[in-house]
Structure formats: structure tokens, C-alpha cells
């Protein structure tokens, strides 16, 4: 086994990689497999956790599956809170029972879409909306919201419209 010679930039020599025992699997691997627990000793140790990174990424890959309505809120509401409007209102049990697997505007199935369903909700009462596509999601916003401007895009693509 290697010395720590006590560099704080966490380079490693071959001298300095050691094994560890992953709790989880139980395999024993290089410490570089382990991740940084993220505090360093008064000596300028930086421990590494007990869980081996594969083991680790599988358990929170599981956890997103798992808790996809949970995860969805979380993200939604702290986006809110970052760009600085109203986080949704919604609870998780309104969000998962009104998931249908399709855009609630244009009916795609999330399967065709390119990136999961967007939960939609309103920036200035926190109100949950529905779910949407990207694309859908991207042109309320570039309509700020406004069903006005929707109405006047609306009546405008009418009156435009040729045939074919």
C-alpha cells in the first residue's frame, strides 16, 4: 500500500492507489473507484466513501425510476425558485394521477417524444397545469403565457393559411 505525501489536489501515484471493499457488493476494488466523501482531515486525508461508484450510480438510477413524480416536483420547484417565480403547488399524488403519457396540448405519446413530458405549471400562481412536450412547453413560453397572444397567433395562421 501507498503513503499519502500529502498533496490536497488529490493527484494519484500508483504508490498511492489502494483497495477497498465495497460495502453494497462486496467486491473489492481501487479506492480511485470510490468517490471523495467530500471533507478533508487536519492531516490532508481526503476519505473516500464506502460504496463503490458502480453500486452507487445503480442505486440512484433505481432511485429516478422509482420516484419519477418526486424527482419531477423537486426539479421543478427549485428551477422555480432559481429563475425567480412561483414553484408548483401541486402535490405528488395530483401530479402522478394526472400523468397520462401524453402531451396534454398536441397528444404525443412520450415514447415519440425526444425528451421526457415537461410538468407544466403556471410562473405566477404555482398552479400544475398538465404535462407537456418539449415543443409545446417551449411555445407557451414563447407566448409568455398569454392565451391573448396564443388567440392572435391562432386567428393569424387562419388567415394565412393557403390550400393545397
Known sequence: MGEFHGCRTGCITEESVMNKVCTKCGVEKPDTEFRFTGRIRNDGFQPRKTIC??????YYRAWAIRSRFAQAL??????AKQRGYAPCTASKIEIESSFTGRCSICGTPESECYKRL???????????????????????GLLRDSPEIALK????????QTVS
Do not use: K, P
Not at 397545469?129 to 412547453?137: A, P, S, T, V
Not at 397567433?153 to 394565412?160: D, K, N, V
Open 53 to 58: 461508484n458502480t453500486c452507487r450510480n445503480g
Open 74 to 79: 423537486i426539479t421543478t420547484r427549485t428551477a
Open 118 to 140: 415537461n410538468m407544466d405549471h403556471s410562473h405566477t400562481t404555482g398552479v400544475f397545469r398538465g404535462w407537456l412536450c418539449n415543443r409545446c412547453n417551449q411555445a407557451i
Open 153 to 160: 397567433l391562432t386567428e393569424y395562421l387562419g388567415s394565412h
